[in-house]
């Protein structure tokens, strides 16, 4: 099955999955960051000035998106977060080490922290339209949210190429909300990365038939036991 999968670049890994359970994945780019250097310059200077505790870097589109720009003026001595392994391998790459999260999910940040948040600045940099709530969570938690907008997120305004494709992936609510479709029959398969890209899905009148767990893997995954069960 062709898959259209909504990313701002091609991600190799994106291909070797979808091939990995038999599917081919083709990257359809509903939005564009456009960065805020001035905001990265303020996330940099309070890292290397150990104003912060720790970064949490919420996405691998975060981390494609900042690392570079950040990396090598970026102190490595703060403790430095990463929500899953892509994100992780994203900031390896350009030479940031991280921890990672067990799951994909930027809520499960103040668990995995437990105790050792409280009183801790934790730095976000991220986009305009991200998981907001994750501040208020964090103060909720006893630490201390410190949010730098270092890029905003901006439609692309072109219509998503999905001829051939049999299934679309949304990978956040933005890449759904954004997204210029053309016409889709009853045959499509719509696709949440989450549960938080279904909601928007759904709340925008379009019901995910596959949900997955936050992850690219994890969502084919679940697409392929959905074709096994509709098979039996």
Not at 173 to 189: I, S, V, Y
Request: hydrophobic share 40%.
């Amino acid at each position: 099955m062709l898959i259209a999968i909504t990313r701002h670049t091609g991600d190799a890994d994106d291909n070797l999955i979808c091939e990995k359970y038999n599917h081919r994945a083709r990257i359809v780019s509903p939005v564009r960051p456009e960065k805020n250097q001035k905001s990265i310059d303020e996330f940099v200077r309070d890292v290397n000035d150990c104003k912060l505790d720790a970064v949490f870097f919420h996405s691998a589109f975060s981390a494609e998106k900042i690392g570079p720009l950040v990396n090598p003026r970026l102190a490595t001595k703060v403790r430095m977060i990463a929500n899953g392994p892509q994100t992780a391998k994203v900031l390896y790459n350009i030479g940031l080490s991280a921890e990672m999260l067990p799951f994909f999910y930027s809520h499960d940040l103040i668990p995995y922290l437990g105790k050792w948040i409280r009183g801790k600045r934790i730095g976000i940099p991220r986009a305009g339209i991200t998981y907001q709530k994750l501040a208020e969570e964090i103060r909720d938690a006893g630490g201390i949210p410190c949010e730098y907008i270092c890029y905003n997120i901006v439609p692309t305004n072109e219509e998503l190429d999905l001829t051939g494709c049999k299934a679309i992936l949304f990978t956040s609510p933005a890449a759904f909300t954004m997204a210029k479709l053309p016409p889709l029959d009853n045959e499509m398969t719509l696709m949440a990365i989450g549960d938080v890209t279904a909601d928007a899905m759904m709340y925008g009148g379009m019901r995910p038939s596959v949900v997955g767990d936050g992850s690219i893997e994890g969502t084919i995954q679940a697409l392929n036991a959905s074709l096994l069960q509709e098979f039996y």
